[in-house]
């Protein structure tokens, strides 16, 4: 026990429960994003996606529950990787450097990471825990993206989303080895259209219904 324990608290033990509890998200991001898509088929057709998912009850808060833990522990460890990054470097230097992969998206990483979180606390208690006495699960999201706060506020929120799953998930599977030269770079193609996938997908979404 002590053993795993000393691994999961080392630099590369925290750098692999990041790469598992990114690609856990990128998955979830994606069957989210199939699900919601379903507002394109129309009221019936979306509410009776959102009362499927409801109808699992436990299960589903099983689901839930999982995902929040999941969470923690991505921004936990991601946050201390952050912090033993700026120890190990408290000097900055005067002219910053791409060696090493360093780049721009990794850079704004903890930050984009930070955001996000926010954002989702701000999402959930907006529409898992929304008050639908007298209306569908439709009625309660147009409603939501009827205002263009809302919409502008999201629409940034998912392209931040798309720019930290971009570079997250082909450094997800560089941390767990897969980065050899022959398919890595089909790797970080198909990260980034998944990352523009996000993003195009639910930035859609409010915009169709508020337009249509």
């Not at 120890?87 to 704004?108: C, D, L, N, Q």
């Not at 770079?185 to 169709?208: K, W």
Request: glycine fraction near 10%.
């Amino acid at each position: 026990m002590f053993w795993l324990l000393h691994t999961l608290l080392s630099s590369v033990g925290k750098k692999v429960v990041m790469a598992l509890t990114g690609l856990c998200f990128s998955g979830f991001l994606c069957a989210h994003l199939l699900g919601n898509l379903t507002l394109y088929g129309g009221k019936e057709m979306f509410n009776a996606y959102a009362g499927h998912l409801l109808s699992y009850g436990v299960l589903l808060n099983a689901v839930e529950f999982g995902m929040i833990a999941l969470a923690l522990g991505h921004v936990s460890f991601g946050l201390l990787l952050f912090v033993e990054n700026l120890r190990a470097r408290p000097i900055r230097y005067a002219v910053k450097k791409s060696a090493g992969g360093r780049t721009w998206s990794s850079a704004i990483m903890p930050y984009t990471g930070l955001y996000l979180l926010t954002f989702i606390l701000i999402h959930v208690l907006t529409f898992r825990f929304a008050d639908l006495s007298g209306q569908t699960v439709f009625d309660m999201v147009a409603a939501t993206f009827a205002s263009p706060y809302y919409i502008a506020f999201y629409l940034f929120s998912v392209i931040v989303a798309g720019l930290h799953v971009r570079h997250g998930l082909w450094s997800a599977f560089q941390t767990l080895g897969a980065n050899h030269p022959k398919y890595f770079p089909l790797i970080r193609g198909a990260s980034l259209l998944f990352g523009f996938f996000v993003s195009v997908g639910f930035a859609s979404i409010p915009l169709f219904l508020h337009f249509a």
